[in-house]
């Protein structure tokens, strides 16, 4: 059958499954705008108030469903405008497919009106991209694209097209998106063997639990190894829900901000399992210095991985879920009780700080789990609202904590929520921003308003930069250059005037009747929390410090 590049581009999204497409028409791209319109019964469009918004809806809609997320451009500005969410998803590893439009070819490296090489723009940020210059490749090359995203490590591809090949006819031929098979050849056996001994022999191990796991979808099969292994449990940042945060054995999140049981148990240990996670340095803080005591087994689906940020003494290469069946065949059930009841010890003696007295970020974060049980969707932005979302909310399940990690995207929240409530219709889907990071992306509040989106939005008002000031406050003096917001900014007006409902809140009582009224509400709802600008993350490790240093304000006032 004969179709122009536009229908062969509709077809293929369908072929892959695709529901839902996030973006904003221009000129290159009017031919497939035109042919969306057509498809209007099978692929919902939403138009987004920002490119950026569309990539970081599709981001959230990836994370939250584990299938890809598609966002669409059009060519210069309109592409160059998705790079920020783009290089978001590759730091996340999350599958994303964006497709741009650009001038015909006969037009392409000439300076024309709007053309870029957003290819060339891109290369860095993408698993792969393509520039199709014939329709007769463009089939093909979507599947590949999409192919690309969700195997093995996932990662963001792009799709630049030329505007005549969306109008150019040829012969297409439709085929079934095949599951992608795991690949299970780099699982070697002595590998496996290798890891078995360690932790047969181990008498403090400690499980540290990263993003793989939730990607891979290993939750089940990782439950049952840390049961195996009788070890606490860790995470990073992109690691939230992996392991249900409400067991007895979690400790909380490791590294910078992590807690102290976490980092004093990984100090002490024998054995690190490190699970699905590249090590980053806000986790290791001074790698000469971290788990100095311990052998370090690290399993991950990428090669690269391996010995980049920390040298591992065992490793496993290949997919999480994959390996950890195979382990949990192989590992005799352990007894550890004396660590574990030293694990449990510390926990009680350092739990994370927490003021009942004031209105703070912590608070309003424990409110929102009490609330919603632990089983909403979290998307932050980034920042101390960021550190509060993931130490205070108890995380039961994965792909239910959405956040900027690698990049540590300011303004990605709000986009990620809408993709994440699009993707996820029967879930509460909840994003906390900061006044600083909510300033940057808040027009999407009019696409949430357009569509009836009934994502809330928390505001946690400080009037300042708040992790900035906080750096500023411990290590340049309280010399607060550019951080303080106190302006006559009005976020309750603002909002209403995007069309959502908002409220300003100032104690924990005004939050909890808000909030309720938000859960209950089917609309966006904004909500602004306005609290001390002095308001801090602790525990803290210093910048480049060890781990086991990580201190509290209390540890600070004891100094003094």
């Not at 035109?34 to 970081?56: F, M, V």
């Not at 290819?119 to 999409?146: C, Q, W």
């Not at 550019?482 to 006559?488: A, E, H, N, V």
Request: net charge negative.
């Amino acid at each position: 059958m004969q179709m122009t590049g536009s229908q062969i581009l509709m077809e293929c999204l369908l072929e892959q499954g695709v529901d839902t497409v996030f973006g904003y028409p221009g000129g290159a791209i009017l031919n497939v705008y035109d042919e969306l319109y057509k498809y209007s019964d099978k692929i919902k469009h939403i138009l987004t108030s920002h490119e950026q918004g569309a990539s970081h809806a599709a981001d959230g809609y990836a994370r939250a469903t584990g299938r890809v997320g598609v966002c669409m451009a059009t060519s210069g500005p309109g592409a160059t405008n998705l790079i920020t969410g783009i290089a978001t998803a590759y730091m996340d590893s999350v599958p994303l497919v964006a497709i741009t439009c650009n001038v015909t070819v006969a037009l392409l490296g000439k300076d024309s009106f709007q053309e870029i090489d957003i290819a060339g723009v891109s290369m860095p940020i993408t698993k792969h991209n393509f520039i199709v210059k014939d329709v007769d490749e463009l089939a093909d090359t979507v599947r590949r694209a999409f192919r690309i995203a969700r195997e093995g490590r996932p990662g963001p591809v792009l799709i630049d097209i030329a505007k005549d090949v969306t109008a150019n006819k040829c012969k297409y031929e439709a085929k079934t998106s095949n599951d992608i098979k795991k690949n299970t050849t780099s699982i070697r056996e002595e590998d496996i063997e290798r890891a078995v001994k360690a932790i047969k022999t181990s008498k403090k191990p400690v499980c540290f639990v990263g993003g793989g796991c939730v990607i891979s979808g290993a939750d089940k099969e990782l439950a049952k190894f840390v049961e195996l292994v009788d070890a606490p449990v860790c995470d990073s940042l992109m690691g939230k829900g992996a392991y249900d945060g409400r067991k007895p054995n979690y400790t909380g999140m490791l590294g910078m901000h992590g807690t102290k049981t976490s980092n004093l148990s990984v100090v002490d240990c024998d054995l690190l399992i490190a699970v699905g996670t590249r090590f980053s340095d806000r986790v290791l803080g001074n790698p000469k210095k971290f788990a100095n005591k311990a052998k370090i087994l690290h399993i991950d689906i990428d090669p690269a991985e391996i010995n980049k940020n920390i040298m591992a003494d065992y490793s496993i290469v290949g997919d999480v879920k994959e390996i950890l069946s195979i382990l949990n065949d192989k590992i005799e059930k352990k007894d550890n009780r004396e660590w574990m009841e030293k694990v449990a010890e510390r926990k009680k003696q350092f739990p994370l700080p927490y003021d009942t007295e004031e209105f703070t970020g912590p608070q309003i974060i424990r409110c929102i789990d009490e609330a919603t049980d632990g089983d909403a969707i979290i998307t932050t932005d980034v920042g101390q609202h960021q550190m509060w979302a993931a130490q205070n909310y108890k995380y039961r399940n994965p792909r239910t904590f959405l956040s900027s990690g690698g990049l540590g995207t300011m303004g990605y929240g709000l986009g990620a929520s809408i993709g994440a409530k699009t993707g996820m219709p029967d879930k509460h889907v909840i994003n906390i921003a900061g006044d600083g990071c909510f300033r940057m992306n808040l027009n999407e509040l009019a696409t949430a308003s357009r569509y009836n989106i009934p994502i809330i939005q928390i505001v946690i008002n400080n009037h300042v930069l708040g992790m900035v000031r906080q750096w500023q406050t411990l290590f340049y003096g309280q010399r607060y250059s550019s951080t303080i917001l106190d302006d006559k900014v009005d976020f309750v007006k603002v909002s209403e005037g995007l069309g959502v409902k908002a409220v300003r809140v100032s104690d924990i009582d005004g939050f909890r009747k808000a909030f309720d009224e938000a859960l209950a509400l089917c609309a966006p709802m904004v909500i602004e929390c306005v609290i001390d600008n002095d308001d801090k993350v602790w525990p803290m490790v210093a910048p480049g410090d060890s781990i086991g240093n990580v201190f509290t304000q209390e540890d600070l006032d004891k100094k003094d």
